[in-house]
């Protein structure tokens, strides 16, 4: 019999932490491969984690929502037929603390051994003592295998795969590279605990909670609001519905118009499209638009990718397929990874102005609100009805001012007004 | 905004500070005249400034050196053409015992506000006396200033900074851009200042530093590498003394991984400071060694066409090397 753990899994780009929110099995338990162990949130996406092995569940390792590194151990599995006993396990266990003690660099020998292995530039070496990345986790692309500055600018410690029983080493480090523990769920200011119920939240929500709490906090935000004619995409879009309903069998709604003109504006503003990271202006190369979506119990915010790449009716099957998965608990963790922008629909609510909390790291976020008829002057001093709607853009100040803010809008306005026949849909 | 090539903006720059200063004249072997110099540089500045601002010297580098500190410290703005940067060798000792200490030695009571021009490089079927580098010969000699613009747009914003500037400056020509490189000039009173190195193209993979012809290798093959999904800084280093550090370091520190590119030889040019900068700064960002792209250490360039192409680096040598680095 050997001891197996099951680990926090990479549950994405720049996934730090998520926590267990229910357990499939329990303790005795026998389970086989593949079968589901628990349940895990992590910034918004819940995920079943399989068992890697068939066994006996010998006990759960963390508490049930609570915040934990990637990489930790879950839960303990007995395995059968294995060769190694729990005996030489644990003696497997006390030579590695010791070699981590000693900081001794030998190499693990699942990586293959290269002609350049073990001769690191200095910027390699001071990134990885910088970062804290042990260099026999990097895989190499440079020259016959060479590590180069960019494997670790690009290394993830969380897709490190960890196919070995677990080390110690990697528990001590997650301990040590977590920040001040924290503390237990601050009691509610109660006044008097007869007049409320006090609930958990639940993972997602808990998600969303540290998310906005990380934007508000690290974001200053700035807004600004405009509003825009979009009298012609009504008419074109009434004229179409139909027409479009029949062929592509999905609604033709307004939102897509606004999608495909912020895409066509933020190619105009390439700062749009950027985040903050320690000083440096990220450019993403790629338009990935997040749009909001909400369940009756939450807010998901999937991603178009490369939204430059789709036509107005390209985007509307997008937005279509996302929003469908998120109302079905179908969500793939890839579709909720690696947004530079979000655009959200707050005009569903009938809301016609509002300051959206940008979508941390992204850079900005703009509300499209809702459109409604209204008497506006014209250029010969006389008045017509016209659909109006307002446009209210967040932006992350250290990145972006006014100026670049009114000019995207400007743009997105005029991209707007630029809709007029059906050619603009495909 | 008028096309130009890098030789016409050369020229209008010089006319441009001749109008603006009458204190700036110019000089050197057929400079005046209706000849207009060796290349045409100075053609039509006697007529339109006459023949006391724009005139010929004799076959006398060294006077052609001095008469610059002379007129430099009476008061006026010498530019003196060398016709060749071979030929500016017997004029060394002015330039760098007189024109390069004159505000050092005088506690800054007198000035020797000069501009050396002269035409370098290869390609041109120039051979010996006709196609060197000689600019190495005047790096590390403070109190002089060495410049090459590496486009017509430069070119004319950085004869003029060169004009204005109080000190003795050094103004290389790449007589092979001379003609081949044609912009929109913009007509009115610009300047390009003549000690920042500039640079031409972000990146991320690797850097490229280097000046004139390679230079233009350099963008050409970034762009090509750019298909292949190498993404290339590149550099032009413009101030060639004194370096311009900062621009250059960070360059260096962006990628991590550094080409220097000359057509001079390998050993002692420009490019070995700015690799010794590099190393003394930017140790701990360093990614691969520092890579140099050069002429061979030979004593000159040959006549023959296969011996200047031997010579010669190349836009393909350029581009090999820069996918090396990338892929180290």
Redesign the interface.
């Known amino acids: 019999m050997a001891i197996k753990e099951i680990k926090m899994p990479n549950l994405g780009e720049s996934v730090t932490e998520a926590s267990v929110v229910s357990w499939i099995v329990k303790p005795g338990d026998t389970v086989k491969r593949y079968d589901p162990l628990m349940e895990v949130v992590s910034d918004k996406v819940t995920t079943e984690i399989p068992s890697d092995f068939a066994g006996v569940v010998k006990e759960t390792l963390v508490e049930l929502d609570v915040d934990v590194p990637i990489g930790t151990s879950l839960m303990t599995l007995e395995v059968e037929g294995e060769d190694d006993s729990t005996q030489e396990v644990e003696e497997v266990k006390e030579e590695v603390k010791e070699e981590v003690i000693a900081s001794s660099p030998a190499p693990k020998a699942k990586k293959s051994v290269n002609k350049a292995a073990g001769r690191f ?6 990134l990885a003592q910088e970062k804290g990345i042990d260099l026999n986790d990097v895989e190499g692309t ?2 016959d295998g ?1 590590i ?3 494997d670790i600018m690009n290394f993830d410690p969380a897709k490190v795969v960890q196919s070995e029983p677990v080390v110690e080493e990697t528990v001590i480090k997650v301990e040590e590279t977590t920040t001040a523990p924290k503390s237990e769920t601050a009691a509610p200011v109660a006044t008097s605990p007869a007049s409320q119920d006090v609930v958990p939240a639940d993972g997602v929500r808990k998600a969303i909670a540290k998310k906005m709490v990380q934007s508000v906090n690290e974001i200053p935000h700035a807004w600004i609001m405009v509003e825009a004619d979009v009298t012609n995409i009504v008419n074109l879009r009434n004229k179409t519905k139909d027409e479009f309903k029949k062929n592509e069998g999905m609604s033709l709604s307004f939102f897509p118009f606004f999608a495909k003109a912020v895409v066509q504006a933020m190619k105009k503003n390439p700062k749009i499209n950027t985040s903050w990271d320690n000083g440096n202006i990220v450019y993403h190369k790629d338009i990935n638009l997040s749009i909001a979506v909400t369940t009756d119990e939450h807010l998901y915010v999937p991603v178009i990718h490369n939204a430059d790449n789709l036509s107005l009716a390209g985007i509307t099957k997008e937005i279509n397929r996302l929003a469908t998965d998120v109302r079905d608990g179908k969500l793939q963790g890839k579709d909720m990874q690696g947004g530079t922008f979000t655009l959200n629909n707050t005009g569903t609510l009938g809301s016609v102005q509002s300051m959206g909390i940008i979508n941390h790291p992204q850079a900005a976020i703009l509300q499209v609100e809702s459109i409604n008829k209204r008497i506006v002057p014209t250029k010969d001093g006389g008045f017509k009805t016209a659909d109006m709607v307002n446009l209210c853009l967040s932006i992350d100040h250290r990145i972006l001012d006014g100026q670049q803010a009114g000019q995207f809008l400007r743009d997105v306005k005029e991209n707007l007004a630029n809709f007029s026949s059906e050619s603009d849909i495909y | 905004m008028a096309e130009m090539t890098y030789l016409e903006a050369i020229n209008l720059g010089i006319s441009e500070e001749m109008a603006r200063d009458e204190k700036v004249v110019i000089f050197g072997e057929d400079v005046g005249g209706d000849k207009g110099g060796v290349f045409g540089v100075t053609k039509g500045l006697a007529a339109k400034y006459g023949d006391n601002r724009c005139f010929n010297t004799p076959l006398t580098e060294g006077l052609i050196g001095g008469l610059a500190v002379g007129l430099g410290v009476m008061g006026y703005r010498a530019i003196g053409e060398f016709q060749f940067a071979d030929y500016i060798l017997p004029a060394t000792n002015q330039i760098l015992s007189e024109a390069r200490t004159m505000r050092y030695r005088t506690k800054g009571d007198w000035t020797a506000p000069i501009v050396y021009r002269t035409p370098y490089g290869g390609g041109v079927r120039g051979g010996l006396y006709h196609s060197q580098s000689t600019e190495k010969i005047f790096a590390g000699q403070p109190g002089l200033r060495v410049v090459t613009p590496s486009n017509p747009y430069d070119a004319k914003g950085m004869i003029k900074a060169a004009i204005r500037s109080d000190d003795p400056v050094i103004f290389y020509e790449h007589k092979r851009l001379y003609r081949l490189l044609k912009a929109e000039i913009p007509t009115d009173d610009y300047i390009v200042p003549i000690d920042k190195a500039n640079v031409v193209r972000e990146g991320s993979d690797i850097t490229v530093i280097s000046y004139g012809m390679m230079l233009q290798y350099a963008i050409s093959a970034a762009e090509k590498l750019a298909k292949e999904g190498i993404d290339a800084e590149v550099v032009d280093v413009r101030s060639l003394y004194p370096l311009d550090r900062e621009t250059l370091v960070n360059a260096a520190k962006k990628t991590g991984k550094v080409l220097l590119v000359t057509e001079d030889n390998k050993e002692g040019s420009i490019m070995s400071e700015i690799a010794a900068m590099i190393s003394e700064d930017a140790l701990f960002d360093l990614d691969a060694p520092i890579k140099r792209l050069a002429g061979p250490d030979a004593p000159s360039m040959g006549y023959a066409l296969t011996l200047e192409r031997e010579f010669l680096v190349n836009e393909d040598q350029v581009i090999e090397a820069m996918r090396e680095l990338a892929e180290y």
């Open positions: 530039s200095p910027a390699v070496v001071r440079g020259k060479r180069t500055r960019k």
